[in-house]
Antibody
Framework: QVQLVESRGGVVQPGGSLGLSCAASGFSFNSYAMHWVRQAPDKGLEWVAVLSYDGGHKYYAESVKGRFTISRDNSKNTLFLQMNSLRAEDTAVYYC???????????????WGRGTLVTVSS | QTVVTQEPSFSVSPGGTVTLTCGLSSGSVSTSNNPSWYQQAPGQTPRTLIYNTNTRSSGVPDRFSGFILGNKAALTITGAQADDESDYHCVLYVGGGIWVFGGGTKLTVL
């Protein structure tokens, strides 16, 4: 079955960096666009970024543009999110999510990982 | 900056019907926005209910339906059950590769 498993998050100081990964299995990873979505404590969902199936097209929320980088390694069935210049407001559970039906970046997130908590605090 | 609007809270009686909406701060929602809906119980991962306006995700009962209602996307739940009590989130594609979530609706069944 389809599985998405995010790497362990952690505690990072403001201004620091952290990289997340998402290991995919149970489907043809190289045929699907992938999203990152986050949720701050007791807040709603916030879309972070999306990456096309081949890594050629990537888009970001304004709140993370220039600080976060989404990428993928299709040979390892893995999605990444590199987060730099972290701020307290980046504290959230980060989910990776797949689009449906071998869709593209204009397809929504539909299959979700369980999420990983990133805390930005001194 | 595009803002996606949802009712902050809603209540429905057991067995009743409720319609939640998802709008844009400027403009109308259409099928081109690929509206999608998610249910999230406290402490749980989001569960996809509806995507691309009206496609029900695998395993989702037909009590849940999505459609365009006037200038908004809508999610109707019929025959509300106690375990429908959750947060409901919508997301819209606003162009240029960008997606925006609404603030979520807290649904109470009582």
């Amino acid at each position: 079955q389809v599985q998405l498993v995010e790497s362990r998050g952690g505690v990072v100081q403001p201004g620091g960096s952290l990289g997340l990964s998402c290991a995919a299995s149970g489907f043809s990873f190289n045929s699907y666009a992938m999203h990152w979505v986050r949720q701050a404590p007791d807040k709603g969902l916030e879309w972070v970024a999306v990456l096309s199936y081949d890594g050629g097209h990537k888009y970001y929320a304004e709140s993370v543009k220039g600080r976060f980088t989404i990428s993928r390694d299709n040979s390892k069935n893995t999605l990444f999110l590199q987060m730099n210049s972290l701020r307290a407001e980046d504290t959230a559970v980060y989910y990776c999510a797949r689009v449906p039906n071998q869709g593209i970046v204009t397809s929504p997130p539909t299959t979700w990982g369980r999420g990983t908590l990133v805390t930005v605090s001194s | 900056q595009t803002v996606v609007t949802q009712e902050p809270s809603f209540s429905v009686s057991p067995g009743g019907t409720v319609t939640l909406t998802c709008g844009l701060s400027s403009g109308s929602v259409s099928t081109s926005n690929n509206p999608s809906w998610y249910q999230q119980a406290p402490g749980q991962t989001p569960r996809t209910l509806i995507y691309n306006t009206n496609t029900r995700s695998s395993g989702v009962p037909d009590r849940f339906s999505g459609f365009i209602l006037g200038n908004k996307a809508a999610l109707t739940i019929t025959g509300a059950q106690a375990d429908d009590e959750s947060d409901y989130h919508c997301v819209l594609y606003v162009g240029g590769g960008i997606w925006v979530f609404g603030g979520g609706t807290k649904l109470t069944v009582l």
